[in-house]
């Protein structure tokens, strides 16, 4: 019989019961107990829950308290030397991914890197291995969660993060190497986890490599062989399913099928055309799980076309050679649908989160085993619900497609190139060399969250929510000029999300009260939901930047958040080639930015950290995804004068590649992540010789760790010996939303001192030092 299983489920709970657990622990407020006992009920929960849903193979070790690959890590005993003295344990896991505190030069230590997982919006923490890197087993949880699991009755299918993916994702420190040659050494670990599972009486094994789907894949095809038959023989009676997604194994489909592994997982909605070879070439003694149901996206899907693949898979193989399964893990969808009585009836009724995709791969099973008429009530249901969609009117604007067409290409192009700009904006808005800045935002604390939802809830008038705001950008600016920073910001203390904001103010997308998924940690996001066409109703922020800029001499930043990082971070209509709806935000973003300039706003930032997410993972395909990427970008901040002086801001990613790319964004200046990477980032600037001006970030806002003056001054001299003084910006890696005030003012009076004692170097021209308040 066709198995109906899962590869992965949300983690935070339906109310972010993790995230807060997390976040009372961190805070000293609860001890390990008590965030043991709330994830020990939530993975009770998701368990039950997907045994309820009609789920066979109900995934375990799918849950964390921070990180999949850091779990991966420390189960491998992958732990840099700079945490070794910290006792074992969630001392030394935590500190792992959010950095110590820095208490003098030999405790402090910074996190470990993190960068975004594939092409998603969840980050991973990147595991640090040496040349002698040894192995150990130091985490037993992949068997201790498959233990708990049986003890309720589920018997589940853990999951590993394969040796192959974990050596390729993980960065090489010390002398040239590559990680995967390590393999022989790492292997004897999964090989006691799979005897350990076998023994405590799992009947299968879940190991994913997504890096099959990549191009890096080629690296380890020599060793695929022989790892597998290791893996294999631990695993003895048990059987593997090897699970691929985010893309098709293209060339590496045929060796992946000979392996010694039970069955292997197919994405198929983002490579259905990988089925039919598949078929061919699948051994007889082989199953295949079909990565039917869209594990990306929220958007219903066409269950009479699953259905007709599964078929036609089951036609071949038997329908007891199948399962039926998400595309990949559904931590990157909401929780439940069921509680968004907001939405508006028609759009809920396009919809469909990880509650409602568990339905679905059920559906498909139980169509495949029984036929299509024990299912044919609810694939009528589907199919009006996939027609209503397609046909509804407020999906399409003539307005915004007729202007699009006309976009011309000088509309994507600055008037002058950038010398002429540096020497105009030079004069309009002058500048120390190495200007101070923030990336944006400043803390969200409680009391701005409290009169957010006073104000959403009616409980709190426009005019108070509006006094409150004003005087948190008054308190702001004054902090900002008393510290000594020399371009200012207003704080965003209005915004509740750099995404979700600028989409309650474009028409074309819809928001959800509770449909957060995990970005990193105990971070979660509300992604909005573009399912029309997408215009802007009116400004968003001029009033704001322009209050803010009358409050001081000094330039304020206009922030806005660009058209790539919109699109990548919002739930997207399918509907459309990506690259439309990322045009149309274009052209709503350029109308934004030309409002700014016309309200007297000398520097705009247009965020993009999300441009290098958006890569294909296949480099073959980069070059059409680039080309549309730059040219929105260009599209939305093409449209002001050589004065006006636009800045752009990229986090945790890899420049080297693409670097050509963004010089060809022609942003004045570009501010980056440097810090947990000690400016490493730097050397792709440094090899092209990047034109324009370069922030690097000195400070990583993602750990709770304060840097000293001095600290932040051996980052600024690394970053000095690729730029000239003259390129160079001195700010933090991202916006300081997520940071406590007690946090930030130290750390931006660090940046300033340690800018000002580089000033006085370079210089030699003494500046007082900043005020402390």
């Known amino acids: 019989m066709t198995a109906a299983t899962n590869l992965g489920f949300p ?28 994830a020990r009920q939530l993975r009770a929960d998701h368990w039950k829950l997907q045994q309820v849903a009609g789920i066979a193979h109900v995934p375990s070790n799918d849950f964390s308290l921070y990180d999949q690959v850091l779990d991966t890590a420390v189960m491998a005993g992958i732990f840099p030397e700079r945490f070794t003295h910290l006792p074992a344990g969630f001392e030394r896991y935590f500190a792992m991914a959010r950095g110590v505190a820095h208490e003098g030069e030999r405790t402090g230590a910074p996190a470990l890197e993190m960068t975004k997982w594939f092409d998603t919006n969840y980050h991973y923490l990147v595991p640090e291995i040496g040349s002698g890197q040894e192995f150990t087993l130091g985490s037993t949880k992949p ?6 699991a049986k003890g309720l009755g589920i018997i589940t299918r853990p999951v590993l993060i394969g040796p192959v993916s974990l050596l390729l994702l993980a960065k090489a420190k010390g002398e040239n190497f590559d990680p995967i040659d390590l393999w022989p050494r790492l292997l004897p670990v999964y090989e006691e986890i799979l005897r350990r599972l076998a023994a405590a009486g799992a009947a299968w094994v879940q190991i994913d490599e997504p890096c099959l789907v990549t191009d890096v894949a080629e690296r380890a095809l020599l060793a695929l062989g022989p ?83 599964a078929e036609a898979a089951a036609e071949r193989l038997g329908a007891d050679r199948l399962m039926i399964a998400p595309s990949c893990s559904l931590l990157h969808v909401p929780f439940d649908l069921e509680g968004e009585t907001g939405l508006d009836p028609e759009l809920r009724n396009w919809l469909a989160f990880a509650r409602q995709k568990l339905d679905e791969v059920t559906l498909i099973a139980q169509g495949v085993a029984s036929g299509r008429t024990a299912i044919a ?25 007729r202007r699009l067409a006309a976009v011309t290409p000088e509309e994507l192009a600055r008037a002058h190139p950038y010398p002429v700009r540096k020497a105009a904006q030079r004069e309009s808005t002058p500048l120390p060399i190495l ?8 803390p969200q604390t409680d009391e701005v969250r409290k009169a957010r939802a006073l104000f959403r809830s009616g409980k709190l008038r426009a005019d108070e929510y509006d006094a409150f705001l004003k005087a948190r950008v008054v308190e702001a600016i004054r902090w900002q000029e008393e510290v000594g920073l020399d371009v200012l910001v207003h704080g965003e203390f209005e915004r509740n999300d750099m995404v979700e904001y600028f989409g309650e103010n474009l028409e074309g997308f819809a928001f959800t009260a509770n449909g957060w998924v995990q970005s990193y940690g105990s971070r979660c996001v509300k992604p909005p939901i573009i399912f029309g066409d997408v215009t802007r109703r009116g400004p968003m922020t001029v009033d704001w930047a322009r209050f803010a800029q009358a ?27 990506r690259r439309e709806t990322c045009r149309q935000i274009a052209l709503a973003i350029r109308d934004e930015v030309v409002d700014l300039e016309q309200a007297g706003i000398r520097v705009i930032q247009i965020d993009e950290p999300a441009l290098r997410e958006g890569l294909p993972l296949r480099r073959a395909d980069w070059a059409e995804y680039l080309r549309w990427a730059v040219d929105a970008f260009r599209l939305a901040s093409a449209g002001v004068r050589d004065e006006t002086q636009i800045h752009t801001h990229m986090c945790y990613c890899e420049f080297n590649d693409i670097i050509d790319s963004i010089a060809a964004l022609d942003a004045d200046v570009i501010s980056i992540e440097t810090s947990r990477s000690q400016m490493e980032l730097l050397g792709a600037f440094a090899d092209f010789r990047y034109p324009n001006e370069v922030g690097p970030g000195v400070y990583d806002i993602h750990s709770p760790r304060v840097p000293s003056p001095q600290q932040i001054e051996r980052l600024l001299d690394g970053a000095l010996a690729v730029l000239s003084p003259e390129q160079l910006w001195v700010n933090p890696d991202c916006g300081l939303k997520t940071r406590r005030w007690e946090e930030v003012k130290p750390a931006l009076v660090a940046l300033v001192a340690a800018a000002q004692a580089v000033r006085q170097r370079l210089e030699g021209v003494a500046e007082p030092a900043p005020v402390i308040t």
Do not use: C
Request: glycine share 8%; hydrophobic share 45%.
């Open 551 to 577: 409050l001081t001499l000094r330039p304020v930043k206009g922030m806005l958040t660009g058209p790539v990082t919109i699109l990548q971070w919002s739930f997207v209509r399918d509907d459309q080639p």
């Open 377 to 401: 009530a609810a694939l009528a249901e589907n199919e009006a619900a996939l027609r209503s969609r397609r046909d509804s009117p407020r999906t399409r604007s003539l307005e915004v497609r």
């Open 227 to 309: 790892i597998f038959e290791r893996l294999a023989g631990a695993a003895g009676s048990m059987d593997i399913l090897l699970a691929t997604y985010f893309g098709g194994l293209a060339k590496t489909l045929p060796a992946v099928l000979r392996l010694p592994v039970k069955a292997v997982h197919l994405d198929l909605v983002r490579s259905p055309d990988s089925l039919q070879e598949a078929l061919a070439l699948v051994r007889p003694d082989q199953m295949l799980s079909l990565g039917l149901v869209d594990g990306r996206n929220i958007w219903k899907g066409d269950l009479t076309h699953a259905l007709s693949l």
């Open 11 to 38: 983690r935070m709970g339906g109310q972010r019961e993790l995230k807060k657990a997390l976040e009372r622990f961190w805070s000293n407020r609860s001890d390990a107990g008590d965030l043991e006992v709330v």
């Open 435 to 442: 200007p101070t800045t923030t990336i944006g935002s400043f």
């Open 143 to 148: 068997v201790d969660e498959f233990v708990e």
